[in-house]
């Protein structure tokens, strides 16, 4: 069982997607708020899988929700559901550690397989957010904002990792594609993040895009 937290200043929205997302299978809704302080106080006892989040709310911030709540529990999956849909803002977050970003007109459908797929994948954006996405990813490159820590050495298997990682294999599938456990891919997905010092895979996409190991047109 998945368990889901979700926090949102809009009552009326968010008692609506409790309600929806109690009803996806394997999925259950153990605390909402919209608090942003309450949660981080909640995470602090409780074990939560995936958070969905608003990021302008009163009181404390989406984004700073985003990087306290990494730090208090660095495996939990987080999924922005915003109207903010600049550059700028899915960049920072990404910056964050989220590990999603979706509009707030996301169908079920759409929405049920993100938390699917941020805990098979550890990331999922909405398609349509794509062009953003990309927005995002090239205005990094052009003003820098990498940091400028050296550059580390992967392996060519890593490599092939990363680059099935970015069309949206999960482990299983990348197991398939190079012929090994998905034990194995768990591993080496751990050791490349833990190599280029990333929260989660998009900071290793974010790392392999400033290092050239990757090009722009394979995101």
């Not at 529990?73 to 109207?83: A, E, G, V």
């Not at 993040?193 to 990333?198: A, D, F, I």
Request: aromatic share 6%; charged share 25%.
């Amino acid at each position: 069982m998945t368990k889901v937290a979700l926090v949102d200043d809009h009552q009326l929205f968010r008692k609506s997607l409790s309600l929806l997302l109690d009803s996806f299978e394997g999925v259950s809704v153990e605390y909402d708020t919209h608090n942003g302080l309450a949660f981080l106080k909640y995470l602090m006892e409780y074990d939560i899988d995936v958070l969905l989040l608003d990021l302008e709310m009163p009181i404390v911030h989406g984004f700073d929700v985003c990087k306290q709540a990494k730090l208090i529990d660095p495996s939990l999956k987080i999924i922005i559901l915003s109207q903010l849909t600049s550059k700028e803002a899915v960049h920072q977050v990404m910056e964050m550690g989220a590990n999603g970003y979706f509009t707030k007109n996301t169908s079920p459908e759409m929405l049920e397989n993100a938390i699917q797929n941020v805990m098979d994948k550890d990331y999922c954006f909405d398609m349509a957010l794509s062009s953003v996405i990309r927005e995002a990813l090239l205005w990094n490159k052009k003003r820098h904002v990498f940091s400028d820590s050296p550059s580390v050495h992967l392996t060519p298997k890593e490599i092939e990792i990363i680059k099935l990682a970015t069309l949206e294999k999960c482990s299983k599938e990348i197991a398939d594609v190079l012929n090994i456990s998905n034990r194995t891919v768990e591993k080496h997905r751990n050791h490349i993040m833990e190599k280029t010092q990333s929260k989660n895979f998009i900071g290793v996409v974010l790392y392999a895009l400033k290092n050239k190991i990757i090009e722009l047109e394979q995101i």
